[in-house]
Nanobody, 126 residues
C-alpha cells in the first residue's frame, strides 16, 4: 500500500506561482512513475504532468507545458509540481498519483495509476 499526501495549494493571483509537494509513505514509489492530475467542478480528471522513476522522462499536456515543472526526490519519496504563470483556468483540485510498477514508462491516463492522494486546492484569481 502507498499513502500519498499533497500540500502547497492555496490562493494566488493570475501570473503568480505555487509549488505543490506530494509525500509518499508505505511501499516505496521510487521505482515507478508519479503523476499530477487536476479536476475542476463538473469536469473529468485531467492529466497535468508525469515523471518517470529516474526523473529523466517527463510529459505535460500543451495546456501547462512551459509553465509547470514536475520533479522528484526519490530519497525523500516526494514529487513536486512547480507552477508558474498561473491562469484562472488552472483553478482546480490537484491530485498526486503513483504507479509503482511503471519502471520505464509514463502515462497520461488516470486509470493507469494505482494510488491517489486526497488532493490540494489551487485557486487562481483573475
Amino acid at each position: 500500500q502507498v499513502q500519498l499526501v499533497e500540500s502547497g495549494g492555496g490562493l494566488v493571483q493570475a501570473g503568480g506561482s505555487l509549488s505543490l509537494s506530494c509525500a509518499a509513505s508505505g511501499r516505496t514509489v521510487s521505482s515507478g512513475a508519479m503523476g499530477w492530475f487536476r479536476q475542476r467542478p463538473g469536469k473529468e480528471r485531467e492529466f497535468v504532468a508525469v515523471i518517470a522513476w529516474g526523473g529523466a522522462i517527463t510529459d505535460y499536456p500543451d495546456s501547462v507545458k512551459g509553465r509547470f515543472t514536475i520533479s522528484r526526490d526519490n530519497a525523500k519519496n516526494t514529487v513536486y509540481l512547480q507552477m508558474n504563470s498561473l491562469k484562472a483556468e488552472d483553478t482546480a483540485l490537484y491530485y498526486c498519483a503513483a504507479d509503482p510498477d511503471a519502471t520505464y514508462s509514463t502515462s497520461r491516463y488516470p486509470s493507469d495509476y494505482d494510488y491517489w492522494g486526497q488532493g490540494t486546492q489551487v485557486t487562481v484569481s483573475s
